[in-house]
């Protein structure tokens, strides 16, 4: 079993729909939690950070239960410029530099 | 302020050489981790070092390995080459080693042939 899993999709949604992407991980130690973009090809752009009382930039909602190990990026409204994958990702430790990726869910938004 | 810069941005090479890749973080930055990104996968933790010094070892050969120097800039090694390493190599920098967001450079796409 992976440490952070995710579905792979991929997701594909019309514009303007909103969509839900889910992550769960194993180690109930973990310490800090983030949401990425990567666009084919490209390097990861951190999206946003998850808080556990759950934070919001724009369109972008991001949620933490830690009972549940359970991490969620909700996208509303979504736009063409939304298609990418999104990694979920995981410090097991209080150390940014060793984090634990998802392999990621690839989001395809159509016009 | 420029990003993080890694060098080369692709690179060919046969199996049995051997690679350096090199990374310079965001200034003022201090912790440098590296990542392999297989085809179809998320990033997979190599190494961190931070002011210097290695933090952290993620479950590789010993074929890699790893700096850092006194700027803070990171070189990544890896001896033997299969083709199984075969991959994007990607460089990350944070401001310190806890806690923090990590900035990602362009990354280096290994192909060994």
């Known amino acids: 079993r992976k440490e952070v899993e995710q579905d792979p999709g991929p997701f594909n949604v019309p514009e303007g729909a909103t969509v839900a992407f889910n992550c769960t991980y194993s180690?109930?130690?973990?310490?800090?939690f983030f949401w990425y973009r990567q666009d084919c090809r490209k390097e990861p752009k951190l999206l946003m950070s998850?808080?556990?009382s759950g934070n919001e930039d724009g369109r972008f909602t991001a949620q933490l239960n830690r009972a549940s190990q359970y991490i969620s990026l909700l996208i509303r409204d979504s736009k063409l410029s939304d298609s990418a994958t999104y990694l979920c990702?995981?410090?097991?430790?209080?150390?940014?530099?060793?984090?634990?990726f998802g392999d990621g869910t690839t989001l395809t938004v159509k016009p | 302020d420029a990003g993080v810069t890694q060098s080369p941005t692709h690179l060919i090479k046969t199996r049995g050489q051997q690679v350096t890749l090199r990374c310079s973080p965001i200034?003022?930055?201090?912790?440098v981790s590296w990542y392999q990104q297989v085809l179809g996968q998320g990033p997979q933790f190599i190494f961190q070092y931070y002011e210097k010094e290695e933090r952290g070892r993620g479950n590789f050969p010993d074929r890699f390995s790893a700096r850092q120097f006194p700027n803070y800039s990171s070189e990544l090694n890896v001896n033997a080459l299969l083709l199984g390493d075969s991959a994007l190599y990607l460089c990350a920098s944070s401001l310190r080693q806890g806690n923090t967001e990590a900035f990602f450079g362009q990354g280096t796409r290994l192909t060994v042939v």
């Open positions: 990702v995981v410090n097991p430790y209080t150390n940014a530099g060793r984090s634990t």
């Open positions: 180690n109930s130690a973990s310490q800090s």
């Open positions: 200034s003022g930055h201090k912790s």
């Open positions: 998850v808080y556990s």
